[in-house]
């Protein structure tokens, strides 16, 4: 265990899950590294046991207080709880701006020391991020200054999330390629689909799923595409012919579909090491790919007037280190600058040259990593940025 400074002993985490799992899944991430490599006692605070028991089936639902791997779990159904000053953390998380309740924020301007408050913001590699992380943002009532704290790809933002042994992990699974074959025998491939290509794929619904399929079928590799259960249903279901449940699988031509589990945490961490292509978006997925030294395609969470285009170029600049050919790939998976008609993407140009640079996109994957490494990890960041904080009130 590292060690932490003295003044961060404990921590509250607010999470409102809005949609999908990205919310719980980056919480629960951050809640587990503090408590595991910081030896913080962390309590997480979450409206949606229902969704995070997805991504970590060890969770009760219908349960109030819950200690689940060191970490305290409050389902959090009201906005009218009751805290008192002494109920403080040392450092309070809201992430991602969800309105945590006004008697919380009471008791923190009025307990001494006050607990340092920050908010955990949204991933971007847009310019401005640099220059709005650590910025104060004082309440308007109360004498109380929350923070924002920025994930980012740069030295002058939080970094990205990342445990201290999970390139180890990473190694060592991916040396072993037996233990590889059983991960994914487990999941249901059958041996002979483990020597084709295999590509994980997580997207959201409107991803033009099928005009890739098509090109895959049509490609001169054997393709197996492993896709979660609950993963962009109606496209799978089209090509399946059937509904698609965990175990369900479907050949035609070049490509096996085989839907999966939607699996734990970890595990989805070792499917994405186990795949040679991995298609992930939203945040956290998207920063497991980074990890995995595997190329990966990302499927931006869209947003209102296309300001998710803006977001995706950023990032696609930044990542200079990945090839051309995925990043097109990238781009028209997204919808942006696709030269079709609607009817026939261009898919079968762009996965082919995609799929000829996949040794290269690889050994850029290891560049980028190491690059993103050198950032730090987001919770050290945190903790180091939470100290700072306290430093400058006692001077
Ligand atoms: O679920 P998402 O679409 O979450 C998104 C993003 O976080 C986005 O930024 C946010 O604004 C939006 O929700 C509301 O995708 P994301 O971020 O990749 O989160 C998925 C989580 O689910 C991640 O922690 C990995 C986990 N997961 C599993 O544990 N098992 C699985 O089988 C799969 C497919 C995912």
Same mark, same amino acid.
């Given at each position: ?12 985490? !607010? ?9 719980? &899944? ?56 009751? !805290? ?11 992430? !991602? ?24 913001? &949204? ?59 059983? !991960? ?63 175990? $369900?699988?479907? $050949? ?69 280190? &990945? ?18 008609? &609607? ?53």
């Amino acid at each position: 265990m590292l060690h932490s400074d003295e003044s961060n002993r404990s921590l509250a985490l !607010f999470c409102r899950v809005v949609d999908n799992f990205g919310d719980i &899944g980056i919480c629960w991430r951050l809640s587990l590294q503090l408590q595991r490599e910081h030896g913080i006692a962390v309590t997480l605070y979450v409206d949606d046991l229902g969704s995070f028991q997805k991504i970590c089936p060890e969770v009760v639902c219908n349960t109030a207080v819950q200690r689940i791997a060191g970490v305290t779990v409050r389902h959090w159904q009201t906005q009218v709880a009751v !805290f008192a000053a002494d109920d403080m953390a040392d450092i309070v998380i809201e992430f !991602f701006g969800c309105d945590i309740p006004e008697q919380y924020i009471a008791a923190m301007a009025a307990a001494r020391p006050q607990p340092v408050w920050l908010n955990l913001e &949204g991933l971007s590699a847009e310019a401005w991020v640099e220059g709005c992380h650590g910025l104060p943002s004082p309440h308007p009532r109360l004498p109380l200054t929350k923070y924002f704290f920025f994930p980012g790809f740069t030295e002058k933002t939080g970094g990205l999330l990342h445990e201290a042994a999970l390139q180890h992990e990473r190694r060592k699974f991916q040396a072993d390629q037996a233990g590889v074959q059983a !991960f994914l025998a487990r999941l249901g491939a059958t041996p002979h689909e483990a020597a084709a290509l295999k590509v994980s794929l997580f997207c959201y619904p409107h991803a033009p799923v099928a005009a890739l399929f098509s090109a895959w079928q049509a490609g001169d590799r054997a393709i197996t595409c492993l896709v979660p259960e609950g993963v962009a249903v109606a496209a799978i279901e089209a090509f399946l012919g059937k509904p698609a449940r965990a175990g $369900t699988t479907r $050949t035609c031509a070049a490509l096996t579909v085989r839907v999966i589990p939607f699996v734990a945490q970890a595990d989805y961490d070792r499917l994405l090491w186990a795949c040679d292509l991995n298609f992930v978006r939203g945040e956290d997925s998207f920063v497991r790919a980074q990890w995995a030294g595997k190329p990966f395609i990302w499927h931006i969470y869209p947003q209102d007037k296309n300001l998710h285009h803006v977001k995706l170029r950023a990032f696609l600049q930044y990542h200079a280190a &990945g090839t051309q050919s995925l990043a097109a790939a990238t781009l028209c998976w997204n919808g942006v600058a696709c030269h079709d008609d &609607g009817q026939a993407p261009a898919w079968p140009g762009l996965w082919q040259s995609a799929q000829a640079d996949l040794p290269a996109s690889a050994f850029a994957a290891d560049a980028w990593e190491r690059r993103m490494l050198a950032n730090g990890d987001l919770a050290a960041n945190l903790l180091r940025f939470a100290a700072t904080l306290r430093q400058a009130r006692v001077q």
